[in-house]
């Protein structure tokens, strides 16, 4: 069994890349996985002051949920990131969270895999290619770890727009393919 964190980065109600999260996580627990969902809505996230002192204190000096967030990654097996795709990059949140995250850099960490979801109005299959492009710069400092999976859903705009979409089954089976 691992320990699977699923990141969900969309700060709207009933969102694509939400619903393609809560369908990755399913799948993961079916396959008998302990799976906890993340969720930024409601969450405090500042950015990142570049101030450095996160690499010799193992953690951020701002006051907000950063920490709380990282304390959950660095003891999971499996980090799972869905994101809508804003002008063909990742969403703003996510970017800050990865961001602020430095303080993880300088610390032992237990995710070796790490997945990218991704939903958006756009359907070429290039659309993803900068979010995954971002996220891979910061699998890249963790040598341990590496882009185990991606799933991109085009052609979603409106809230829910994704229901009844094979990309859904798609996360499903994502999910409960981890090993």
């Known amino acids: 069994m691992k320990k699977v964190i699923v990141i969900s980065t969309s700060l709207r109600p009933g969102s694509?890349?939400?619903?393609?999260?809560?369908?990755?996580?399913?799948?993961?627990?079916?396959a008998g996985h302990d799976?906890?969902?993340?969720?930024?809505?409601?969450?405090?996230?500042?950015?990142?002051k570049g101030c450095l002192a996160c690499q010799k204190l193992g953690r951020c000096v701002i006051n907000d949920d950063v920490n709380d967030i990282m304390a959950q990654v660095l003891k999971a097996d499996v980090v799972v990131w869905a994101t809508p795709i804003y002008y063909y990059e990742m969403s703003g949140q996510m970017k800050?969270?990865?961001?602020?995250?430095?303080?993880?850099?300088?610390?032992?960490?237990?995710?070796?895999?790490v997945y990218l979801?991704?939903?958006?109005?756009?359907?070429?299959?290039?659309?993803?290619?900068?979010?995954?492009?971002?996220?891979?710069?910061w699998i890249d400092c963790y040598p341990k770890s590496r882009l185990a999976g991606t799933l991109f859903c085009g052609g979603v705009n409106d809230a829910r727009d994704?229901?009844?979409?094979?990309?859904l089954q798609a996360a499903y089976d994502l999910g409960n393919s981890i090993a």
């Open 16 to 30: 694509n890349s939400d619903m393609l999260a809560d369908q990755f996580a399913e799948g993961a627990k079916a």
């Open 35 to 48: 799976v906890e969902k993340i969720s930024l809505v409601g969450k405090s996230l500042q950015f990142c």
């Open 96 to 113: 800050t969270l990865i961001d602020r995250m430095n303080a993880m850099y300088p610390l032992d960490y237990q995710f070796r895999d």
């Open 117 to 137: 979801l991704t939903t958006a109005a756009e359907d070429e299959e290039h659309v993803p290619q900068r979010a995954m492009a971002g996220l891979t710069g």
């Open 162 to 167: 994704i229901e009844g979409n094979a990309k």
